[in-house]
């Protein structure tokens, strides 16, 4: 096992494992630099990423930084030859996420992007669930996700410029895109509808549903809403306050459905009714409780997508989804949008390769 020297960029996270050790951090607030140099004083300081790059012995580097910086910041990390655990979107346009691909395969170098619900338990369970075969083959699944706008201050500014976050599919709706590509398979097309913006700091929808046609037959739909989500930051107030996130699988013979609020997996099944017609009836079969985790260890371990990125760094394994697998569920991401953009028609993905790249 090789121990993996770290570079943390925007996020201050000390790593620090057997399989890793933090060596250098970095961040453009020199106040908050002096303060964190003074309290870590082993850990080397820089206020630009590009002195960091030439810190001896880095091996790999985690960015968490706006979206309109993850293109630049990456590829210069990949370039110098380091690993790189990138936040989510790779970039804000396809050139950017087509420059990633391309600077990753060319220094054979990995960009892990954190699309964390992957790794996450309610993942690990639902793969459990269909893989099992008692409900059926799947065919359809939704997504529905009423959440807290970004407001016209802090961050907020720049997350609703498309030109700096790339848009609200990027900002957001890409983790769903992301799960049912991992749950379902690959998607072959996608339709999607806005309804008029009616928050006004938002430069792009604050509402899309977007229906997915997977390769399989299955169908998809993601509904993301920022407009019925009362402002607050009391997550135990978000269900009282119209805060609302939720799966439902749809199969042969019943339908599983996941609370990510309320972590909870509720499970039923169909069965024949009345007995000797063809008519069904949806029947509770059972219901798991995980509230004992909390909502984000359930949906959103964004520790442990880092931390499986150091493991298998350290042991030379392969990682939980290639440059490849996320570059394809940016693809579809810009079909959603592109749906939008085009009167809401009906769009191909397209999954052609930038010039270059090769694929065994």
Not at 45 to 52: G, I, L, P
Not at 196 to 222: E, M, R, W
Not at 287 to 295: N, Q, R
Request: with cysteine.
């Amino acid at each position: 096992m090789k121990k993996i020297r770290l570079g943390h960029i925007g996020w201050l996270s000390r790593d620090e494992a057997s399989e890793c050790q933090t060596v250098a951090w970095c961040d453009v607030n020199e106040a908050k630099m002096k303060k964190a140099e003074a309290e870590n004083p082993d850990i080397a300081m820089y206020t630009d990423y590009r002195a960091m790059l030439k810190h001896p012995d880095l091996d790999a580097v985690v960015i968490a930084t706006p979206n309109f910086v993850h293109a630049e910041q990456a590829i210069a990390f990949l370039e110098a030859g380091k690993d790189v655990f990138l936040e989510k979107p790779m970039g804000i346009n396809a050139q950017e996420c087509d420059a990633i691909l391309k600077a990753a395969t060319k220094n054979k170098r990995i960009c892990v992007i954190d699309f964390e619900m992957r790794v996450s338990p309610f993942a690990q369970r639902l793969q459990e669930l269909l893989a099992g075969g008692q409900y059926g083959a799947l065919k359809h699944i939704e997504f529905v996700h009423h959440r807290g706008c970004w407001l016209a201050e802090g961050n907020g500014l720049w997350r609703v410029d498309p030109l700096k976050s790339g848009g609200l599919f990027f900002m957001e709706v890409i983790h769903a895109v992301d799960i049912f590509r991992f749950l379902g398979g690959e998607i072959l097309s996608v339709q999607s509808t806005a309804a008029p913006t009616v928050l006004p700091q938002y430069q792009f929808q604050d509402n899309v549903c977007s229906h997915f046609f997977f390769k399989s037959g299955a169908l998809g739909t993601i509904l993301s809403s920022h407009t019925h989500s009362a402002w607050t930051t009391d997550a135990k107030a978000w269900p009282a306050l119209g805060h609302e996130m939720q799966m439902i699988f749809t199969l042969d013979s019943g339908s599983i459905g996941v609370n990510f609020i309320q972590p909870r997996i509720l499970i039923n099944r169909f069965e024949q009714y009345p007995i000797g017609s063809p008519a069904k009836r949806v029947v509770f079969d059972r219901a798991e409780d995980h509230t004992a985790m909390g909502s984000h260890a359930f949906a959103h371990d964004i520790d442990k997508m880092r931390w499986e990125f150091i493991r298998r760094l350290a042991n030379s394994q392969p990682p939980v989804q290639t440059t490849l697998d996320a570059w394809k569920t940016h693809r579809v991401c810009l079909a959603a949008e592109q749906s939008v953009r085009e009167n809401f028609r009906r769009v191909e993905v397209d999954y052609t390769l930038p010039a270059g790249i090769v694929t065994e």
